[in-house]
């Protein structure tokens, strides 16, 4: 059986309704919310802080940690527990590496910067929802970042390529390939690549792509948000 | 070619500010081929041939020779240190503390001891940012009585204003003492309590607009009308 119309009746390579908010956490340096579809990601900014234990100070720049939580009531499935998981510090780790790679830390060595993302809705495309609000929230706490990251999901549901898929498709009967995928849209790299499933080699890059025009869209709404929480206040 | 974002927009990380060989990347902003793009969040300044952007937010970053508000968390034989803002403590030495004379076993909590606030200046800041403080130099010294406010560092610039312009105008008006350290923290103390907070509110109202325009006008319409209540 072919997929023929998503579930939601999107187009392929349409997002879901998406919606940012920045400084929504007043005690943190800097936060912000990424909503997309049903999944809701918020992100803190704590530091530059004292660093323990010693032997994980760098002396030449700040180290980046980044926290990742679904919250307990956030959704449905097996992969929502509550507490810190195998699968929660794969997503800690991958998070990190993407952030690194825009990020300039070199102004705080030996000090530590805290990125807690904490999911209170989830509905599949957490990963990314919680990198499209954690690079806001850095760059509302006023970090120094070659480029904003965004980050989407693209995959292959039946026998489509599609674009932000959400749990009813990635858990689709026939199977389903999903391709979390962070991009600078300014310079066109790429910060995190995942697959889970089999792809054949033209459909991935089909699927990149999809995921890059998605990418600049985000970009788009994420810059809004940043430049709204200024503006409002004139 | 040219400049693609005017003078005094925000702008966000990784947006292209100018384009071409014309222009000079300033603090804020890198070049990258040929564009000059902004890595911070902030407003962007054009002054001759230099972009920049001035950041809007951000934690306080020590540099030498700022003056700063710091709390006394700890000591030792030899120093005491500092809470300044930063991630790591800045370090007070015997010598940097005083002019007098301090007699070899004197308790050193006569001094400073635990809580005090003092206003300090920055000395030396190495490249794994150990920071040294010293209290010797005009104005620095143990604060008594007052009122602390921390507001973000980064805005620090408008409450002092040109020349010191705006904190001048909250000083007169409500006939407060004030002092604003470099990094973020303000000490007030006035003879009434009304004109402590009438000042207190001034400063936070600055630091909620810090990125308007026509600030001064809008603070001393403010501080006016507070003082007839």
Not at chain 2, 90 to 103: D, G, H, P, Q, V
Not at chain 2, 109 to 120: H, Q
Not at chain 2, 190 to 217: N, P
Request: aromatic share 6%.
């Amino acid at each position: 059986m072919s997929y023929n119309k998503r579930n939601d009746g999107r187009a392929f390579d349409e997002l879901r309704p998406m919606d940012a908010k920045v400084g929504i956490i007043k005690n943190a340096l800097g936060s912000a919310m990424f909503r997309i579809g049903k999944t809701v990601a918020l992100a803190a900014v704590y530091g530059p802080s004292e660093l323990f234990p010693k032997f994980l100070q760098k002396k030449e720049e700040g180290l980046l940690r980044c926290t990742y939580n679904m919250m307990a009531f956030s959704g449905s499935g097996t992969r929502v527990k509550p507490g810190p998981s195998r699968r929660s510090r794969e997503i800690e780790l991958v998070t990190r590496n993407a952030l690194e790679s825009v990020l300039d830390l070199s102004e705080c060595p030996r000090a530590v910067i805290n990125v807690n993302i904490e999911l209170i809705q989830t509905d599949a495309g957490t990963r990314c929802a919680g990198i499209c609000a954690a690079s806001m929230a850095l760059a509302d706490a006023g970090f120094k970042m070659k480029d904003l990251v965004a980050a989407v999901s693209a995959g292959l549901v039946g026998d489509k390529i599609v674009l932000d898929l959400d749990y009813s498709e990635e858990s689709f009967e026939e199977g389903a390939v999903d391709i979390p995928m962070a991009f600078m849209p300014r310079t066109g790299k790429i910060a995190l690549l995942q697959l889970d499933g089999e792809i054949t080699k033209e459909q991935l890059r089909e699927a990149i792509k999809l995921a890059k025009k998605g990418c600049k869209q985000i970009c788009e709404v994420q810059r809004q948000a940043l430049k709204e929480k200024y503006k409002t206040e004139e | 070619m040219g400049i693609l974002i005017e003078d005094k927009q925000i702008v966000v990380p990784g947006e292209e500010v100018a384009e071409g060989m014309d222009f000079l990347p300033a603090p804020g902003t890198f070049r990258d081929g040929d564009k000059i793009v902004a890595c911070q969040l902030g407003l962007v300044n054009i002054s001759g041939r230099l972009i920049k952007v001035i950041p809007l937010e951000g934690a306080y970053m020590p540099k030498r020779g700022d003056v700063v508000i710091g709390k006394i968390n700890d000591l030792t034989y030899s120093n005491w240190f500092v809470d300044i803002g930063y991630a790591y403590e800045a370090a007070l030495s015997m010598k940097e503390a005083t002019t007098e004379f301090i007699e070899r076993g004197a308790e050193l909590t006569d001094y400073y001891t635990y809580d005090d606030v003092i206003v300090a200046k920055i000395t030396n800041v190495t490249k794994s940012k150990s920071i040294d403080l010293s209290m010797i130099g005009p104005g620095l010294r143990k604060l008594q009585g007052g009122r602390l406010l921390e507001i973000s560092a980064q805005k620090v610039p408008r409450v002092v204003g040109k020349q010191g312009s705006m904190i001048s105008m909250i000083k007169e008006i409500t006939n407060c003492q004030i002092i604003v350290g470099q990094n973020g923290r303000v000490w007030i103390s006035g003879t009434e309590i009304w004109q402590e907070r009438l000042a207190s509110e001034a400063v936070l109202l600055i630091a909620r607009k810090a990125h308007t325009h026509g600030l001064t006008d809008r603070v001393k319409a403010f501080l006016e009308s507070g003082s007839k209540k």
